[in-house]
């Protein structure tokens, strides 16, 4: 069957993603578009650059996320590196090489900006801080004079990805003003609604979502301003594991449980690993067997418009 697919950002949590995706594939689906916020982000662009699930696992088994943690210069000192980033450049870990890696994987597919895609096969959810607006990319790049079919689809999941404070902004110029880009979980972590149309869908949009079945948060010790700022991102970011989803969206949503992994732990062992893919394979199945499309159409896309986006 076609499907749209939609991902939730949720940092280190993604691989949980290529688990949920290797069922559906086994059971016929293929995507027609993808969107995706943070993490989510990352997972879409390269489903739209023709990767399967079989060849995202080792991808996501063998990356070393603490890489991504890179500091330059003063940056690099102990204890007040940190800060002098975070003060200076907004965010103390630029997200340099995130974007390189992406780059690199998706030139192996012959891609690396949208007009190398078919219109509209992928959506970017980032956060224009500047505006306080949402931003789809790259739906929305005419309003900063940036031609969407030549723009970087690496840079794009750059913008999505870049955790407030955690990492730097990106920056796009609007009439000469800098407007900073940051993680699109900001303002729309699980934008499911992204490819509704009026009346009833051809092919279903299937969200996947992170969530924690865990009872209590991990508190946090908190001594100053850098340990205050993490604490505030942690909760800010993990907070939307507990956001109710409406039942219209619920039923064609895959909850995945994380485990209790944090979007932020960084440092995550290989079996930790295995166990979110095994969470994410567990959480298809248990969908798969109360999906019916047919009966979300009729009871949520038919008869009430008021659940439409």
């Given amino acids: 069957m076609k499907a749209d697919a939609v991902f939730e950002g949720g940092g280190v949590k993604g691989i949980a993603f290529i688990g949920a995706l290797q069922v559906m594939e086994e059971h016929g689906y293929t995507w027609e578009k993808v969107a995706g916020t943070s993490a989510g982000s990352i997972v879409a662009a390269l489903l739209s650059a023709g990767y399967t699930s079989r060849e995202l696992k080792p991808?996501?088994?063998?990356?070393?996320?603490?890489?991504?943690?890179?500091?330059?210069?003063?940056?690099?000192?102990?204890?007040?590196?940190?800060?002098?980033?975070?003060?200076?450049?907004?965010?103390?870990?630029?997200?340099?090489?995130?974007?390189?890696?992406?780059?690199?994987?998706?030139?192996?597919?012959?891609?690396?900006?949208?007009?190398?895609?078919?219109?509209?096969?992928?959506?970017?959810?980032?956060?224009?801080?500047?505006?306080?607006?949402?931003?789809?990319?790259?739906?929305?790049?005419?309003?900063?004079?940036?031609?969407?079919?030549?723009?970087?689809?690496?840079?794009?999941?750059?913008?999505?990805?870049?955790?407030?404070?955690?990492?730097?902004?990106?920056?796009?110029?609007?009439?000469?003003?800098?407007?900073?880009?940051?993680?699109?979980?900001?303002?729309?972590?699980?934008?499911?609604?992204l490819f509704d149309v009026p009346g009833a869908p051809k092919w279903p949009t299937i969200g996947f979502r992170l969530h924690d079945n865990k009872v209590t948060a991990e508190q946090t010790s908190i001594s100053g301003l850098f340990s205050f700022t993490r604490a505030l991102l942690v909760t800010m970011l993990d907070a939307h594991d507990n956001l109710h989803v409406e039942k219209a969206n619920a039923v064609r949503t895959i909850f995945i449980n994380t485990l209790g992994v944090r979007t932020t732990q960084f440092h995550l062992p290989y079996e930790l690993r295995q166990r979110l893919f095994a969470s994410g394979e567990e959480s298809a199945r248990r969908f798969l067997r109360n999906w019916n499309f047919a009966e979300y159409v009729k009871v949520f896309r038919t008869s009430s418009p008021k659940y439409l986006v």
């Fill in 59 to 193: 991808i996501f088994e063998e990356m070393d996320y603490q890489c991504f943690l890179q500091r330059r210069g003063l940056g690099r000192l102990p204890f007040v590196g940190p800060m002098f980033e975070l003060l200076l450049n907004e965010g103390i870990f630029r997200a340099d090489r995130l974007e390189l890696f992406i780059e690199n994987l998706l030139q192996r597919k012959g891609i690396r900006s949208f007009g190398d895609l078919p219109e509209g096969k992928l959506r970017i959810v980032a956060s224009d801080v500047t505006a306080g607006k949402m931003l789809v990319l790259p739906d929305d790049l005419p309003r900063y004079d940036v031609a969407p079919e030549s723009f970087s689809i690496a840079r794009a999941v750059r913008m999505s990805a870049s955790i407030p404070f955690f990492f730097q902004p990106a920056i796009l110029q609007s009439d000469s003003k800098p407007h900073y880009i940051v993680d699109g979980a900001l303002l729309s972590n699980y934008p499911v609604w």
